[in-house]
């Protein structure tokens, strides 16, 4: 079974800094998705963004990306230029990319709360 | 707004009793899950059906039962309710294949006294 594991409870950054979020994951599968989401005091569950594993190229929205590294199974997220909005708790989760009879359910990390100082 | 519809947003109710939670998924979704998030904790995998039968199981009680009718809407039953039951329950929707992304209602806030 696949794993997620964040390994930072809580991260701190000053507002219009750069803060870097950790997530590794465990699987055997070689093709599979990656994704953050970003849930705020609200408790809404916000995609943040997308990965798809057979690409090397790292993705990208706005001020958010990541930094995929398959061999060593890890995704971060940099947040940058980090606005009070963006405080919040942030999971990293994995789906795996089979179909034909599987589940596309998301397996997620116990996430990171974010507090964001001005 | 993800398209999600939960109802309903809040309950309260009592040790023993049944509920249920409903959910409609976005427009063309066929695929419903449902998670639970307990008091600081992640999100615990339940169930997922997919157009109308069900596809995975994950961490869901034999008290605990769901079904996802004609219409793609989806029920989530929680029965002799306890209460370590009290948690927030997500239901998210999304297309199939291509690695498409889970979205997710706005949960439903369940409270056992």
């Known amino acids: 079974a696949q794993t997620v594991t964040q390994s930072q409870p809580e991260m701190s950054v000053q507002e219009a800094e750069t803060v870097t979020l950790s997530c590794t994951y465990d699987?055997?599968?070689?093709?599979?998705?990656l994704f953050w989401y970003k849930q705020p005091p609200s408790r809404q569950m916000i995609l943040v963004i997308r990965?798809?594993?057979?690409?090397?190229q790292n993705a990208t929205e706005n001020r958010f990306s990541v930094n995929f590294q398959k061999a060593a199974k890890s995704f971060s997220l940099k947040i940058s230029d980090s606005q009070l909005g963006d405080a919040a708790m942030y999971f990293c989760?994995?789906?795996?990319?089979?179909?034909?009879?599987?589940?596309?359910?998301?397996?997620f990390g116990k996430g990171t709360k974010l507090t964001v100082n001005p | 707004d993800s398209g999600v519809t939960q109802t309903p947003k809040h309950l309260i109710t009592a040790t023993g009793q049944r509920v249920t939670l409903r959910c409609s998924p976005r427009?063309?979704?066929?695929?419903v899950y449902w998670y639970q998030q307990s008091l600081d904790q992640g999100l615990q995998f339940l169930i997922q059906?997919?157009?109308?039968?069900?596809?995975a199981k994950g961490n869901i009680l034999e008290r605990f039962s769901a079904q996802q009718f004609p219409d793609l809407h989806s029920e989530l039953n929680l029965s002799s309710l306890e209460l370590g039951d009290s948690a927030l329950y997500f239901c998210?929707?999304?297309?199939?294949?291509?690695?498409?992304?889970?979205?997710f209602g706005n949960g439903t806030r369940l409270t056992v006294t």
């Open positions: 059906y997919y157009n109308g039968e069900e596809r």
């Open positions: 998210a929707s999304s297309r199939t294949g291509g690695g498409s992304p889970l979205h």
């Open positions: 427009s063309g979704d066929l695929s």
């Open positions: 990965q798809e594993a057979y690409k090397q």
């Open positions: 989760a994995y789906r795996s990319a089979l179909t034909q009879g599987g589940s596309e359910k998301l397996v």
């Open positions: 699987t055997s599968e070689s093709d599979y998705y």
